[in-house]
């Protein structure tokens, strides 16, 4: 393979960027990156970092154009991870933030340097073919900066989506608490309210819902419990399977569709034929009536 075929095929790799010093290896001469810099076939978008003609211009290209700028190696991190991750509440930053070594220079415009001599090799990813953090560091790092509640948003929606174990996020923790290392608070509270065996419901409603339903002292109940009735299965939102009282959570997105609407009333006749009593529950539901509604099918049961 010759220099233009590997450099290309690297290109391909990296959304349409190459290095000077990659190009270099590959085998090509300066003179050639300087004559295609002069015919526009390539265009430089960093200092030694260029882009190929043809290649779109995009968001994964600007972070990781920023990674190959850095003489060090260096991950995306912190807001800029958590973007890269789609994790909910993610923080918004016009800069790409990188974490390095403690030796990583950090005047490149537009870019902020996190030095750290605590980067774990199991703290480091790829995604989309950009060397980030992990979920689990990605959270902690971003914890000082949301807080509590926003960073328990952020480690639920990552348990729902299968990017994140707790028992992972727990090691990262671990590994990062040492003296001087600050802003550690949040993720400390968030583990303490996520116990082994703990489920992450399947939307944040859900997870309100059971905070409202232990702070008003009632049993908890099961969630997402499955129930065969009438030859169908059904999985309901959060269920007291021994007195037959579901509770479903009625949010616009899942249920904002005419086939939703008309599947939800079959399965609720088909469960009150079987015995069982279904509460709808949506956002706007006042917790006095939530206690109301619930306490009373569950004293109706007892009696």
């Keep these: 393979m010759d ?12 959304h349409g960027l190459v290095t000077r010093q990659q190009v270099l290896e590959a085998g090509a001469h300066r003179r050639s990156i300087d004559r295609k810099l002069a015919n526009g076939l390539w265009t430089p978008v960093r200092r030694g970092v260029f882009v190929v003609e043809g290649s779109p211009r995009t968001w994964d290209q600007s972070v990781l154009s920023a990674c190959l700028a850095v003489a060090a190696p260096v991950v995306v991190s912190h807001s800029t991870a958590a973007q890269l991750w789609q994790l909910a509440k993610a923080p918004g930053s016009d800069a790409v933030h990188l974490l ?6 950090a ?6 340097v996190h030095r750290t001599n605590q980067l774990h090799p199991v703290d480091r990813s790829r995604r989309r073919g950009i060397p980030v953090t992990s979920v689990a560091r990605t959270i902690v790092d971003n914890a000082s900066s949301l807080g509590a509640s926003a960073t328990g948003t952020m480690v639920d929606d990552a348990l729902r989506r299968r990017l994140l174990q707790i028992e992972h996020l727990r090691a990262c923790f671990a590994r990062l608490t040492a003296p001087g290392r600050g802003g550690l608070g949040p993720v400390r509270q968030t583990l303490a309210e996520r116990l082994p065996g703990y489920d992450p419901g399947e939307s944040d409603l859900e997870l309100r819902t059971l905070h ?11 969630q997402q419990h499955r129930v065969q009735v009438g030859g169908r299965r059904f999985r309901l939102d959060l269920a007291y399977p021994a007195s037959r009282i579901g509770i479903e959570l009625d949010g616009w997105d899942p249920h904002g569709t005419r086939s ?8 609720d006749a088909l469960l009150l034929v ?5 509460a709808h529950f949506t956002s706007a539901t006042p917790e006095d009536t939530m206690h109301s509604i619930l306490g009373s099918l569950l004293d109706a049961q007892a009696a």
């Design 3 to 14: 220099a233009d075929r590997r450099i290309n095929h690297l290109a391909r790799r990296q």
């Design 107 to 112: 005047s490149r415009a537009g870019v902020v």
């Design 260 to 267: 939703a609407f008309d599947g939800d009333r079959v399965r």
């Design 212 to 222: 409202v339903i232990r702070r008003l002292g009632l049993p908890v109940p099961v």
């Design 100 to 105: 390095g070594p403690t030796s990583t220079s």
């Design 274 to 278: 079987d015995g069982w009593r279904i």
